[in-house]
């Protein structure tokens, strides 16, 4: 079976990485769920539109793992200063303070030019929101909201010690891992957010509404799947068995603060994530070989209508 990509370690783009070949642990989510999904996923067309909404955890991943990059691909929404001139009022009431004759009956535009003619530094907002605008530069705009909260969530995770000594070690950030299963000969794919180098370690970076029921969330996206799948996976590019921990960061505040947590599942829980690998994989694989992606699921009514039907 051969593949566009050799298994190995790779600095890659993201959309390169999602594009390309190779069944990630997503993947395997749906496979899970119903072998079609997978399919659609695929081929099913995407609404744009939804593409170019802002993701705030998207963000802040970037923020927290990739602070120097951050700032080439986001940027804070125009808040104008205080003091800055934007109604007429204040630009009639600017240009009297300066000594500056003016149309009395002039509109904002004319009012305004006649300030910037005689004082090119006036804090005019147009002026400034027109100046802020070229410098976005194609940037995303986060609202100034976003933005105070993604300050906050990222000095909240730096406020954690292990957090913080885990984020500032020497190490790999958002790199692509290939590999080849044994059992199945698939090309399988991992995009670990950070993979330290003074010890073997996979980082990966979550955010939660209800960090208090992270562990619900443990479950409903089968974070116990990923621990294995991409623990695997650096064993296999790099010989080394690592160790995986969560740095999980609530989007909520809990006492005006952003909570954070450094989690670890037990080796036993990974074990059943391992498992559900294997079976996941083999169905992947028997879809592949056979051209088949089974897609009717099973569905039930409601338990509370069945005990009703059965009394």
């Not at 496979?31 to 079609?36: D, G, L, S």
């Not at 064993?235 to 609530?250: K, M």
Request: charged letters at 30%; one cysteine or more.
């Amino acid at each position: 079976m051969s593949f566009d990509i050799a298994p190995g370690i790779y600095d890659m783009p993201a959309d390169k990485y999602h594009t390309g070949p190779g069944v990630s642990k997503s993947n395997l989510d749906m496979v899970h769920e119903c072998p079609a999904m997978l399919e659609w996923s695929r081929n099913a067309p995407q609404d744009v539109e939804a593409q170019s909404a802002v993701n705030v955890g998207t963000a802040f991943h970037a923020l927290a793992l990739e602070p120097d990059l951050f700032g080439q691909s986001y940027v804070c929404d125009f808040l104008p200063p205080a003091g800055a001139l934007n109604t007429l009022d204040e630009l009639k009431a600017a240009l009297t303070d300066r000594g500056i004759e003016f149309k009395k009956s002039g509109n904002k535009k004319e009012l305004t030019a006649t300030l910037l003619d005689a004082d090119p530094d006036a804090p005019v907002t147009d002026r400034m929101a027109d100046e802020w605008a070229k410098g976005v530069k194609g940037r995303e705009v986060l609202s100034v909201a976003e933005w105070r909260k993604l300050e906050l969530m990222h000095g909240s995770v730096r406020a954690h010690p292990v957090a913080r000594q885990i984020l500032d070690a020497e190490g790999a950030v958002e790199q692509s891992h290939y590999w080849i299963d044994e059992g199945t000969g698939e090309l399988c794919r991992s995009r670990m957010d950070k993979t330290l180098s003074g010890r073997p370690m996979i980082a990966d970076l979550k955010t939660t509404a209800d960090i208090g029921k992270f562990h619900r969330s443990m479950l409903d996206y089968r974070y116990h799947v990923q621990d294995a799948f991409y623990t695997d996976g650096f064993d296999a590019t790099s010989g080394v068995r690592p160790s995986f921990v969560f740095i999980v960061v609530s989007t909520t505040r809990d006492r005006c603060r952003y909570p954070v947590r450094v989690m670890k599942l037990p080796p036993e829980q990974s074990e059943l994530g391992r498992r559900e690998v294997r079976a996941d994989l083999e169905k992947y694989a028997d879809c592949r070989r056979t051209g088949r992606w089974p897609g009717i699921e099973s569905i039930s009514l409601p338990e509370w209508y069945l005990a009703k039907e059965a009394v």
